[in-house]
């Protein structure tokens, strides 16, 4: 009889173990994701810098502070996705994309543009604050962001704007939603390009 039972044991737990190890092979591997930035113009000859601007912080809502990448299913619902998430912080991703843009974008205009955490004495700042920043693949990407100048030395705020961006997903990937996103982040930085071209 004890035989029996330590068979039986044996058994369930041999069946356990290979529905353990059915649903680990079954578990897809995460995948990581970063933005891109816009594409860069052409080269033009270097020039001395008349202003500097350093952009930072970049706020975020809670909900999004947080590697998984969200998607909208309707106006009362977010998902996440465990197994596709963002390669670091989404703030610092938002930071990187939006230097290396408005760099570009300010080419001939003789600023330089750096991350809040490396600009030293700058003259201006950019303060983004995200209010939304999600879709759905095949759908659409929404970007709802305040961003604001500051004259640093004085601390005085120089313009006060909000943009609200829909960019249109042109596939059912997450690489899509993706790069959707990354192209709001570039209508986003043209508009504040454009607030600092004013500044000289």
Request: proline share 6%; hydrophobic share 45%.
């Amino acid at each position: 009889m004890n035989a029996v039972r330590c068979v039986v044991k044996f058994a369930l737990g041999i069946g356990m173990l290979g529905l353990v190890l059915a649903g680990c092979a079954t578990n897809p591997p995460a995948r990581y994701y970063t933005l891109a930035p816009l594409q860069p113009p052409s080269a033009k000859a270097a020039s001395v810098p008349t202003f500097t601007v350093a952009v930072g912080p970049v706020i975020l809502p809670d909900l999004l502070q947080r590697p998984q990448i969200a998607t909208r299913t309707n106006d009362q619902q977010i998902s996440f996705s465990d197994f596709h998430r963002w390669a670091g912080a989404l703030a610092d991703e938002i930071k990187r994309v939006l230097v290396v843009n408005l760099n570009g974008l300010l080419t001939g205009k003789r600023a330089t543009v750096s991350t809040d955490d490396m600009a030293i004495d700058p003259d201006v700042r950019v303060v983004v604050n995200i209010n939304r920043f999600d879709g759905l693949p095949g759908s659409s990407v929404w970007l709802n962001a305040v961003w604001t100048i500051k004259e640093q030395k004085g601390k005085m705020e120089i313009a006060v704007n909000q943009s609200v961006i829909e960019e249109q997903v042109s596939g059912l990937e997450y690489l899509d939603l993706v790069s959707a996103q990354s192209r709001a982040i570039g209508h986003l930085s043209r508009a504040i390009a454009a607030e600092l071209e004013k500044l000289r």
